[in-house]
Every structure is written in C-alpha cells, then in structure tokens.
C-alpha cells in the first residue's frame, strides 16, 4: 500500500486490500469496527474491490496504519498495503504486507510435510471444487433420496443401513470441506459477535449436519438423514457464489482492458535535432522518458506518455478514450495521448508528460476512484446489512423453538431454523448498488466518459439544467487566426503576431493556444516576457523589453472603436500602456486578431435531445454577445448570456441553484473553473485545463456534445436499476422469510433447506444478473 493523498499535517489518506469479505454484513462491520477507533477518521470498505480507503490521524497513533491492518485481521479478514507497481514499497511497508506474503505463499521446502487434508484443498481451483461438489451431491442425493423414491438400481452393499449412512458421511465431510472456507469465516464472525452470510450457512449446514449424526447413529434407523441437505446447500452456495463472482470479474476486467495499453518501453532517441538529423535509438522503461525526450512509436505500438507530434501526421486509434473506432488523422505539433495506438508508420514525438502524469495513468487512477467509491444510497443498504443478520438469526430461532413446541417434533424446528437461515440474503442487498455502479462505470468508460466517484452517478440522475461554455465545448475549439488587423502603422502582422504569442505562450486558455499555434507555424520566434498576470475573463497584462502590454476581448480595453467590432464576432486586441495603474493611463492599440472557430456538427442534435430529456439548457460563455447569439440561434438554445467574466458565470450557476434547479456545468476553459466548483455536477472536456479538470466530477475524452446527453441518460438508468434491484432484495425477505417460517402452513406450503439454499444463491445472481443489463445500455 501506498501513502496516496496528504490532506493535512495530521490526517493521511490510505488505500489497503481487505481479503475474505463475502457480503454487505462484513462490509459494515470492518467500518463499524473501524470508526470506534478515535484515530480513524474515516473508513469506506468496498465489497467489489476488497479494498478499503482509510483518513487516519497520525498525531492520535503514530502506528495508525498498523493498528488499522491488526484490527481488521482480528475480524478475520486479510489486510494489507496496496502497492504501487512502479514504486519499492518501504521496509515498514514490506513487514506489514509479510503476513499477507506468508499467508498467500506455500513454501515448497515445507510443502511435503503439510497435512493430506490442506493438500488435497489446494489442487483444485474453485470451478473444479464446484464441479467435485456437485458430483457428489448427485451422488449423495441419489443413494439417500432418489433410488427409494423412484425405485432406481442401487449397489447391494448400499443397501445395508449403515453403510448407506457411513457412505453419506464419508461424501458430505469431503463436500464440507470443499466449501470450508464458508464454516470459518462463519464462525469466526459469529464468535467476534458480528454474523454474516458464511454465518447463516454454517449455522444451517451444521444444524443439519451433527442432527443427521445423531439420527444415523444414536437411534434406530427410522428417521430420514439431512446429509443430502447439507451438501445441497454448500453446492448451490458455491454455485451462486461463482456466478456472481465471475460476472463481476468479467465486467471489471472489461473496464481493465480498456485500459491496458499502456507500453513498458519506450524508444527513446538520443541526439535528435529534428527530422532528418543523426540520432541513436535507445529502448528505456517508460517510467524514464522525461518531458522533453523525443520518443520514436513504431507501427501498431502504443504511445508511451503525453506528446507532441513532431512527424508530418499520423493516424491514431483513439477508440480506449474516445469510445470511436474510426482512426484520427494527427497532424504535426498535435497531442498525442499515451494508450492510444499507432496505426501506420513510424512516428516521432516529444514528451510532454511522463507516464505517472499522462492521460492513460490518470484514467487508470479515475477508474479505481470511481470504484472505491460508495453512492449514498449504497450507505442505506450497508447500514440495513449490518442489522440483517443478527435479526434473522433471532427471528429463525425463535421460529423455530415455537415450531418445535408447537408440533412437538425437533426434526420440525430445526427445518424451520435451518431454512430462514439459509433463505436470507443479505448479499442481494450488499450487491444491488454496486453491481449497478460498477456496470454503469464499464459502459462509460467504453464509451470515453468517466465518472471521479460513485455520488456523481446519482446527483447526475437528477440534473434538469445545463449550462454549456461556447468555445471548445459547443464549438471544436480548433481556432483559426483568420485574419492580423494592424493599428499601428510602425509595426508589421510579424510584430503584432511575435508579442501576442509572447505573452500568452504560458497560457492554458484555447484560444491562447491558437494564437501560439499560428505564431509557430509562422516560424516566428518569441521574446521573453518579465512579467505576466492574467485577468480573469477578459485577457492578459506582460511587461516585454520593458513596455507594458495588454491582450484581451473587448472587456478588457476602455473604448473599442465600433467599427473594430463589428467586422467579426471573435477578436483579440492587444494595446499598448503608458502609465499602467495611474489614473492619466493612457491606451495605445496596437493590433486586432480575428478569429473564427466552428460548432461542432453533433452539437445542435445533442441540444435537441436534452430537451426531449427535459433538461434545461443555458449557455454562458467570455465571447462577445453578438458571437453567442449567433450560435445560440444556430443550436436553438433561447437562455444564452456573453462577455461573461467568472464571477458572472457563478452569479448565474446560483441563481439557478436558488430556482430549486440541479444544475451542470460542462465548459473546457481556464474561466470556468469557479463555475464548475459551484454546480451541482461538473463535466470537463478532457483538453480542459489543469485547474479545470480538478473541479471535475466527469470527465469527457471524446470531447463530444453529445456525451451529456448520455452521462445523465447512463446515471437515470443507474439509479433506476439501483432502486429495482434493492426493491427486489427487500421484496424477497420480505415475502421468503415469513414463508420459511411457516407463514403459509395452513395451505399445506412448507420450504426445506434444499430450496432455501437455491432461493438463496438465485437472489443474488439475480441482482447481478439485473445489474449487467447496463451492459446493453445504448445511450
């Protein structure tokens, strides 16, 4: 495990394993048990994962960590630090993971000389335990029940009372111990005084188990046996466990796939001046490239880290961010992502990023907080998980003392007893969110959309308002200069085009991106700036060569000649200051840059389809009003504002928050980063800066319109299933349990433990099976 956030000097946040949880009730327990101790300050356990995410205090324990991982070892469970593949994991790291290593390890020195019994568990993987058990559960089923009710052959020797029974014992004990692991966690959870569903299964089985031992051995022969129960029982427990094991597995292996590009090595080249130049080839770990390192990607290799194109183009499968199975045309001094996939010849880039830092590394560590993550609505279930089984327990026994008594038979009660038991199910419940959640995150991810946690899903189901920002989210964002106005007859376009792209070289803003672009493909080389400071909104103050500048929209100058204005819709202005900051001040303009930038083609359909939706849509955006409107009419948005500065853009986000309205914000700039902090929800378009994408809650790599659309279609699904599947759990113990109680007696309607047991293991596989439904979602 791995120190992973320091959110102060005292609190430190920590990510562990937590092996041997099997449902919602262990879950809840580790947490209840954690969060007594007054050095834990928070404590999340996840079923799907077996993790857990701890904020522990260190100044309360200087041995927090420790105490953490031996009091969730005395509950039983197996915890250990989650490390970081890339990184030595410290030498106190190391002894607090030796017990998960001796315990997971068998050393082949010492392997000859542990028990018969321990070997023979260990040969068979868990679908060949499974197999062996239902074998012999047909087996035993067949010489116990099956040859007398339909008078089948059976072997002469089977035929002799004890026999038969010694037989029984002998296949039951071997099933018993094929599903061993359900009897100690069971027991070990019911002696710490915290039961959960191996609890229930042990009881039951056991209950079974040693009064079929008495009646086959301590009386006359004359009662019917329930070792053919117990092994029906721990098969259809087995079964059901790996199913719902399996599918789970499947669909986070499906998530993990997506994400499997990412390259080892590296070819890194050394000497390299330019195309054309001498150079040597060098195959390094990718952990090494440096920002600046000029990497060589073969045909079909993945793109090891974040870089710059330095090639003439190249052709890109993007499918693992985007979802788009169509290749991307990369042009040169173009982004290239790390996972991506190089399709056709030889390319060339340079670094921008290193691997712990580039794209494919940061979804990999999105996903994993997506799924180690809970919505409030999984908090419910945990906290009714944790009471569930205690009260089953007390409501199975006194179910069945009372039936005991009533028709005084024991064999009576311990049916009772054994099946309320067994027809509980608290996995149904612990699994129902989840399962949904973690379907849900598969199919965003496939489609280049990824939720930061799992209470994103949820507030996104109710979102009825979404404000748009224009340039870069609604529009393509490729920015042209289409044209160099110059105001002062002593300077040339070169001049003008040299000290813009000087002062917004730093900048992360879309449009200072273009201006920089143009400025390099025009081979015109750039002049220190002393000094820079941004205005947020409205542009950019630098000091070059000792004179003062100003680079903004119109917002940012005292008067803008009308007729500079209206020859186009997007302008940069850059003036330059005497005075600046005095009151006689004066403003000389130097230049005007025109713009232009495009709607991109699926962003009217992906309006229209949030209206059907009933969302509300707004658009707020820096641009000049008369440039909004015209796109705003183009989209058939009627709430549009422009010349919006920051604090402008969270005027509005409150004021609909204030209308009861639950508001996302989806935007892509510099200026929206204060607007996206006060939504509700927060989409980022994955180009979006830094700052940007820290205030967001998803995040969109295919940077289309339309991926809104389908986020809060994706969450309304999710939640829906969420609610039928906790309806169905809560519906079935409802209706089984009073059942198994004897509910439905008069009507001559009993359950035995057998049934109960199906009933059981069907509950849960049919949450999971609910949940992968999302799998075909087409939103």
Not at 366 to 372: I, S
Not at 607 to 628: E, Q, T, Y
Request: charged share 20%; aromatic share 8%.
């Amino acid at each position: 495990m791995q120190e992973n956030e320091k959110s102060s000097d005292e609190v430190l946040e920590y990510r562990i394993n937590v092996e041997g949880m099997t449902c919602a009730a262990c879950q809840a327990s580790i947490e209840k048990s954690l969060k007594r101790k007054k050095y834990v300050k928070d404590a999340e356990v996840f079923l799907l994962t077996n993790s857990a995410a701890l904020k522990l205090d260190v100044t309360e324990n200087a041995n927090a960590l420790e105490d953490t991982l031996k009091t969730i070892e005395k509950l039983g469970y197996k915890a250990s630090l989650k490390e970081d593949k890339k990184e030595e994991v410290s030498k106190t790291q190391a002894l607090k993971t030796d017990s998960k290593t001796k315990s997971q390890a068998l050393d082949a020195s010492n392997y000859e000389n542990l028990p018969f019994w321990f070997k023979f568990n260990n040969l068979f993987n868990t679908k060949q335990k499974l197999i062996l058990s239902v074998i012999l559960t047909i087996v035993i089923v067949y010489i116990s029940m099956l040859h007398e009710m339909f008078n089948f052959y059976i072997p002469h020797f089977l035929e002799q009372y004890t026999v038969n029974v010694v037989t029984q014992l002998i296949i039951v004990l071997i099933v018993m111990h094929l599903g061993r692991n359900f009897f100690i966690r069971g027991i070990q959870a019911l002696i710490r005084l915290a039961p959960n569903m191996d609890s229930l299964v042990a009881i039951g089985a056991l209950a079974s188990f040693f009064y079929s031992i008495y009646l086959g051995f301590f009386t006359d022969g004359s009662h019917g046996l329930y070792f053919e129960s117990v092994c029906v029982i721990l098969t259809f427990v087995m079964f059901g466990k790996y199913i719902e094991t399996n599918i789970k597995n499947s669909a986070m292996s499906g998530t993990d796939a997506l994400l499997s590009n990412m390259s080892t090595t590296a070819i890194k080249l050394e000497g390299f001046s330019g195309i054309g130049s001498h150079y040597t080839e060098r195959e390094i770990p990718s952990e090494e490239v440096h920002i600046g390192d000029y990497i060589k990607v073969m045909p079909f290799g993945y793109v090891p880290v974040d870089g710059d194109l330095i090639s003439e183009n190249a052709s890109i499968d993007e499918s693992m961010l985007s979802g788009e199975s169509m290749p991307v045309v990369k042009e040169k001094n173009d982004l290239l992502y790390s996972g991506t996939l190089n399709l056709e010849s030889a390319i060339i880039l340079k670094a921008t990023q290193e691997a712990k830092d580039s794209t494919l590394n940061k979804i990999k560590e999105l996903v994993e907080k997506a799924r180690e993550s809970k919505a409030q609505i999984a908090r419910i279930a945990d906290r009714v998980s944790l009471y569930f089984v205690p009260a089953v327990m007390l409501i199975a026994l006194i179910g069945g003392i009372a039936w005991w008594i009533a028709d005084m038979s024991f064999a009576k009660g311990l049916d009772v007893f054994t099946t309320t038991l067994l027809i509980s199910c608290p996995c149904a419940l612990g699994l129902a969110t989840p399962m949904a959640l973690l379907f849900a995150n598969f199919k965003s991810s496939a489609n280049g959309i990824f939720f930061t946690k799992a209470s994103v899903i949820e507030t996104l189901s109710r979102v009825d308002t979404a404000v748009f920002d224009k340039t870069g989210t609604l529009s393509t964002g490729n920015i042209l200069v289409k044209k160099v106005n110059i105001l002062d007859t002593k300077l040339s376009e070169f001049d003008i085009m040299q000290i813009i792209a000087s002062i917004e070289a730093e900048s992360s803003h879309i449009i200072a991106k273009a201006l920089v672009k143009h400025a390099k493909e025009s081979n015109i080389p750039l002049l220190k700036v002393a000094s820079s400071k941004s205005v947020l909104g409205k542009g950019m103050e630098a000091v070059i060569d000792g004179v003062d500048y100003k680079l903004g929209n119109a917002g940012m100058f005292k008067h803008i000649p009308e007729e500079l204005t209206s020859e186009a819709s997007m302008m940069v202005f850059l003036s330059r200051v005497e005075n600046p900051g005095l009151p006689d001040s004066k403003e000389e303009l130097l230049g005007a840059v025109i713009l232009e930038d495009e709607l991109k083609a699926t962003s009217k359909d992906a309006i229209a389809r949030l209206k059907k939706m009933k969302v509300s849509v707004h658009m707020l955006s820096g641009d000049n009003i008369k440039n909004v409107a015209i796109s705003a009419e183009n989209l058939g948005i009627t709430e549009y504002k422009g010349d919006c500065t920051p604090e402008t853009k969270i005027e509005n986000i409150e004021e609909l928050k204030k209308q009861n309205h639950i508001v996302m914000m989806v935007g892509d700039g510099m200026n929206d980063a204060a607007a996206l902090a006060r939504s509700d929800v927060s989409m980022v378009m994955a180009e979006g800066s830094e700052v940007s994408l820290k205030q967001a809650d998803v995040i969109v790599f295919n940077n289309e319109p339309k991926a809104v659309a389908s986020a809060i279609a994706l969450s309304r699904a999710t939640l829906r299933n969420i609610k039928q599947n906790l309806g169905f759990a809560f519906v079935y113990n409802i209706i089984c349990i009073p059942i198994s109680l004897g509910a439905l007696a008069a009507l001559g309607i009993w359950l035995n433990p057998m049934i109960a047991s199906i009933a059981m293991s069907l509950s849960s596989v049919s949450v999971v099976l609910s949940s992968s439904r999302l799998y075909y979602f087409k939103g």
